[in-house]
């Protein structure tokens, strides 16, 4: 064996002697990798009311792409809106005189 190889074994050597404590030293490791289950376990569960909340946005675009009804419900529920015959009633939980409450009917209709 030449100086060189034994130079090479003898610096391996020493960095396993070097570096034996630190690998066998594992306090604070199990607290770490119970954090680290805890943090996969939120993630998981993260990820699973993720895909619900997208399965259920695909069904609603769905419905807004092939189901006429759904789409005139959605209309009438989130924007108020109403045929041009029809009368629209607002009831209101102000108090009296508050300036708060607002018109008891209003007519919609063409303003859109």
Known sequence: MTTAHRVAVVTVLLSLLLATPRL???SGQE???QRIALDLDRL???ND??????????EELEAFRT????R???VRD???????DELMF???TGEAGSGRASPLAQRRGGER
């Open 24 to 26: 066998l030293d594992t």
């Open 31 to 33: 607290e770490r990798l």
């Open 44 to 46: 998981q569960a993260t």
């Open 49 to 58: 009311e993720l895909r619900r909340q997208n399965r259920h946005l695909r």
């Open 67 to 70: 189901d006429p009804g759904f």
């Open 72 to 74: 005139e419900r959605r």
């Open 78 to 84: 989130e924007l108020h809106w109403a045929r041009p």
């Open 90 to 92: 607002y009831f209101t």
